[in-house]
C-alpha cells in the first residue's frame, strides 16, 4: 500500500483565518479523499480529489469552506477557510487503490 | 440504508486478556470488510482486510472473521496489551463499482495493567 505524509500533524488557529493541509503519497494514486472526524465521531468524507479538475465534495461540505488542490497524482491540499470553533477536528486524507485505502497521520485542528 | 454498527461503543480489559470486538453492516452491495487501528490523534492503519470468499484473516495478534451471510464481522485480540488502547474502525466498501466506503463509529479499547 502507498504510504502517505501528512502536515501539519496540529495547529491551533484563529477563528476567521485558514488553514492549509497538505498529503503528499510514495508513489501515484488514482483517488485521493479528505474526510473529517470530530470528537468521538467516525470518520466523515468531505470530498474526492481529482487530479486535474474540480473535487467532488459530499453534501454538507462546499468549496468555498474546504477549498481542494489535486496538481498531480501523488500531492494534494486541503484548505479550512474562514474557521470557526466548530471546525474543531481531526483532519485526514487517504489514498485509494488497488492495493486498498491508506491514510495520513491526521491534522488535528484547534480553532480559538 | 448502508450502514455499519460496531459494539460495544468502548471496553476495557486487563492486560493479557482476550477480547473480541463486533461489527454489523447493511452495506449492499459488499465489496471487502476492513479492520483499522486508530491511536488517539493518529490516522486509521490498516489491520485486515476481507472479501466475500474469506471467512478469516489474521495479523498476528489480530484475528477478523466474516459472515457476509448474515452481514457481521468481528475482530479477535489475543494477549492484550497496553500499546492495543486505542478506536477500532470497521470499514465496509460497497461494491458494484462504486467505491464509497461506510465506516462504524469505533470501539474504544482501554488496556490497563
Known amino acids: 500500500s502507498a504510504v502517505i505524509s501528512q502536515k501539519p500533524s496540529r495547529d491551533i488557529c484563529q477563528r476567521g483565518t485558514s488553514l492549509t493541509i497538505q498529503c503528499q503519497v510514495d508513489?501515484?494514486?488514482?483517488?485521493m479523499f479528505w474526510y473529517r472526524q470530530q470528537p468521538g465521531q467516525s470518520l466523515t468524507l468531505i470530498a474526492t480529489?481529482?487530479?486535474?479538475?474540480?473535487?467532488?465534495?459530499e453534501s454538507g461540505f462546499v468549496i468555498d469552506k474546504f477549498p481542494i488542490s489535486r496538481p498531480n497524482l501523488t500531492f494534494s491540499t486541503l484548505t479550512v477557510s474562514n474557521m470557526s470553533p466548530e471546525d474543531s477536528s481531526i483532519y485526514l486524507c487517504?489514498?485509494?487503490?488497488?492495493?486498498?485505502?491508506?491514510f495520513g497521520s491526521g491534522t488535528r485542528l484547534t480553532v480559538v | 440504508k448502508n450502514q455499519v454498527e460496531q459494539s460495544p461503543q468502548s471496553l476495557i480489559i486487563l492486560e493479557g486478556k482476550n477480547c473480541t470486538l463486533q461489527?454489523?453492516?447493511?452495506?449492499?452491495?459488499?465489496?471487502?470488510l476492513r479492520w483499522y487501528k486508530q491511536d488517539t490523534g493518529r490516522g486509521p492503519v490498516s489491520l485486515t482486510i476481507?472479501?466475500?470468499?474469506?471467512n478469516t484473516k489474521s495479523n498476528g495478534r489480530y484475528t477478523a472473521t466474516l459472515d457476509a451471510d448474515t452481514k457481521q464481522s468481528s475482530l479477535h485480540i489475543t494477549a492484550s496489551q497496553l500499546s492495543d488502547s486505542a478506536s477500532y474502525i470497521c470499514?465496509?466498501?460497497?461494491?458494484?463499482?462504486?467505491?464509497?466506503?461506510?465506516f462504524g463509529t469505533g470501539t474504544r479499547l482501554t488496556v490497563i495493567p
Open positions: 508513489s501515484q494514486v488514482t483517488m
Open positions: 470499514v465496509v466498501s460497497e461494491g458494484g463499482g462504486a467505491n464509497n466506503l461506510f
Open positions: 476481507m472479501t466475500f470468499s474469506e
Open positions: 480529489a481529482n487530479q486535474g479538475s474540480e473535487a467532488t465534495y
Open positions: 461489527c454489523n453492516y447493511t452495506v449492499s452491495p459488499f465489496s471487502n
Open positions: 487517504s489514498s485509494g487503490d488497488r492495493g486498498g485505502y491508506t
